[in-house]
C-alpha cells in the first residue's frame, strides 16, 4: 500500500530561521512520482516540485530546496531565511499507478508558523 | 486565465438535502477528480474521472456520485448528506491520467447540520 508519513504536525519559527520539513513514503511500485504542495490561510492547494522516482537529483529553486532520498525513502522540503509569508500548511503527496489511475496520496500535512 | 472553477465555496446545510457541488476547468484537461481534507487525516481521493462518460471511485467514495457529460465539468453530488460530509472539497484537473501536475480548484467549505 502507498502511504506518506509527515511526522512533524506543526513546527514555529522565527523569521530568518533555515526549516526542513520532512516526508517519508512507502511504496514497492518502481515508477512513482513525489509532489509538494502549500496550503496558505487562504485555503488554496499550490503546486511547489514534482520529482520522479528514477531523478535523485536534488532541486533549489530560490529559498526552496528539496532532497530526495530514495535508500531512506525520503522527500524533505527545506526553507532557508524563512519569512512569514512562508506561514502554511505544507503536504508531501505520492502518486503511483493504480489500474488506470494515478491518485496523490497526501501525508497529514505540517503547519509551519513563521513568527516575526 | 487557466483555472478550476468550484461552487458553491462555502454552504450549509442539513442532513438528507441533495446538494451539488460544481466544478468546472478551462484548460480541456482530460483527467478530473475530487479529494476531501479533514483534520488530521489530509486529503483523500473521492472519484475520479479519465474522460467524458469515464468515472471511478477513489478511496473514499460512499456517500458521493459524480458524473462528467462534458470534458469541462465533473459535478459532485452528495444524495442524502449526513455530518460526516462535513469537510472541504476540492476539485482537481491534469492534462492526462499519467502523472502530471494536478490543478486544484479554490475548495468548498461545507457544513453538514
Known amino acids: 500500500a502507498q502511504k506518506v508519513t509527515q511526522a512533524q504536525t506543526e513546527i514555529s519559527v522565527v523569521e530568518k530561521e533555515d526549516v526542513t520539513l520532512d516526508c517519508v513514503y512507502e511504496t514497492r511500485d518502481t515508477t512513482y512520482y513525489l509532489f509538494w504542495y502549500k496550503q496558505p490561510p487562504s485555503g488554496e492547494l499550490v503546486f511547489l516540485i514534482r520529482?520522479?522516482?528514477?531523478?535523485?537529483q536534488n532541486e533549489i529553486s530560490g529559498r526552496y530546496s528539496w532532497n530526495f532520498q530514495k535508500s531512506t525513502s525520503s522527500f524533505n522540503f527545506t526553507i532557508t531565511a524563512s519569512q512569514v509569508v512562508d506561514s502554511a500548511v505544507y503536504f508531501c503527496?505520492?502518486?503511483?499507478?493504480?489500474?488506470?489511475?494515478?491518485?496523490?496520496?497526501f501525508g497529514k500535512g505540517t503547519r509551519l508558523s513563521v513568527i516575526a | 486565465e487557466a483555472q478550476v472553477t468550484q461552487n458553491p465555496r462555502y454552504l450549509i446545510t442539513v442532513t438528507g438535502k441533495k446538494l451539488t457541488v460544481t466544478c468546472s476547468q478551462n484548460m480541456n484537461h482530460e483527467y478530473m477528480s475530487w479529494y476531501r481534507q479533514d483534520p488530521g487525516l489530509g486529503l483523500r481521493q473521492i472519484y475520479y474521472s479519465m474522460n467524458v462518460e469515464v468515472t471511478d471511485k477513489g478511496d473514499v467514495p460512499e456517500g458521493y456520485k459524480v458524473s462528467r457529460k462534458e470534458k469541462r465539468n465533473f459535478p459532485l453530488i452528495l444524495e442524502s448528506p449526513s455530518p460526516n460530509q462535513t469537510s472541504l472539497y476540492f476539485c482537481a484537473s491534469r492534462q492526462t491520467s499519467e502523472f502530471g501536475e494536478l490543478f486544484f480548484g479554490e475548495g468548498s467549505r461545507l457544513t453538514v447540520l
Open positions: 503527496a505520492l502518486s503511483t499507478r493504480r489500474g488506470g489511475n494515478t491518485p496523490l496520496v
Open positions: 520529482r520522479n522516482s528514477f531523478d535523485e
